[in-house]
């Protein structure tokens, strides 16, 4: 039981994480290969404050605020970039905050990460046991698709996805494109920032290597499997990723070649479901509705008067 536990407060957490990264990446077409940044700072912000005797909840909501804050720093710049730039620019950040994460031992402790995290806890309220703290994180990421899912059917998400499609003509219906994607980003690191929380004192232990470019690569395969700008697609996203390795565990395999054998397997699975499904499993569809023609009694007899002519 608590194996299915973990499982499902991991998928709440990658959830949070992916439909944050959608925000950016599939509403408003914005290639952010950072977001395991402002997981990272949420994570580190929250696992010190709470270490220093502050509350966990207010470590929580600093987690994201802080997160947002970089994310506003690092915005600001970088969308004056577009396409395969904005994306170097944003992995450029990735390296420097996990460049720092590893190098100022003074506050993370570098290499040696940080153990010892307290539990979340509300008002005297421990969330130590799993299935307690299952029931918050599916607390918070049902706000989280809540919050999302109000902007992107809002008129502002309809702005987002005009940038998406044609930043320019947004631009010249006289749209502020760099409010708009300064917005996008600090949301979408404000809730990364809470799942580095969430994770934070879930695991009770962080450290640099968690918060790699692999990680980011991990969410925008959640991403794009779900379907880039589908709500819903990155809550399947998540779930398929988080457990489609895990079945493979049980594989009677040596080993010696386990490892590899079952990343083998689930590269395979992910690129047949890519070669079927390159919109991702629910991703955003044009549906053509085709119009039948009205039965026309006349039509007949039209036919009839033009071939006796």
């Not at 987002?160 to 003509?169: F, M």
Request: hydrophobic share 50%; aromatic share 12%.
């Amino acid at each position: 039981m608590a194996y299915f536990e973990h499982i499902a407060i991991l998928i709440g957490i990658y959830t949070i994480l992916t439909i944050s990264l959608n925000l950016n990446i599939g509403f408003t077409g914005l290639i952010n290969l950072g977001h395991a940044a402002f997981y990272g700072i949420g994570a580190y912000t929250s696992a010190l404050l709470t270490m220093a005797g502050v509350p966990w909840f207010i470590s929580f909501l600093c987690a994201g605020v802080v997160a947002s804050i970089f994310g506003f720093l690092i915005s600001v710049p970088c969308l004056r970039l577009r396409g395969d730039y904005l994306a170097i620019a944003t992995l450029g950040f990735g390296e420097i905050i996990r460049a720092v994460m590893k190098n100022w031992v003074g506050l993370t402790r570098g290499p040696l990460g940080i153990p010892g995290i307290p539990k979340a806890n509300i008002l005297g309220m421990s969330f130590s046991d799993p299935i307690h703290f299952l029931i918050l994180v599916a607390i918070i990421a049902a706000i989280t698709l809540f919050i999302i899912n109000r902007i992107t059917k809002s008129p502002f998400g309809r702005v987002l996805r005009a940038i998406r499609e044609d930043d320019v003509a947004a631009q010249a219906l006289g749209k502020n494109l760099t409010y708009y994607k300064v917005c996008t980003v600090c949301v979408g690191a404000f809730f990364a920032g809470l799942a580095g929380s969430l994770y934070a004192h879930y695991i009770t232990f962080i450290d640099p290597t968690t918060f790699t470019l692999q990680e980011t690569i991990l969410m925008v395969s959640m991403v794009v499997l779900g379907g880039m700008g589908s709500v819903s697609g990155s809550v399947l996203g998540a779930a398929i990723i988080v457990i489609l390795p895990e079945p493979l565990r049980f594989l009677n395999m040596p080993s010696s070649i386990a490892a590899a054998m079952r990343q083998m397997i689930y590269a395979l699975i992910l690129i047949l479901l890519m070669l079927y499904k390159p919109e991702g499993i629910l991703g955003e569809k044009t549906f053509k509705i085709r119009r039948k023609s009205l039965w026309n009694p006349f039509k007949f007899l039209k036919g009839k008067l033009s071939g006796g002519t």
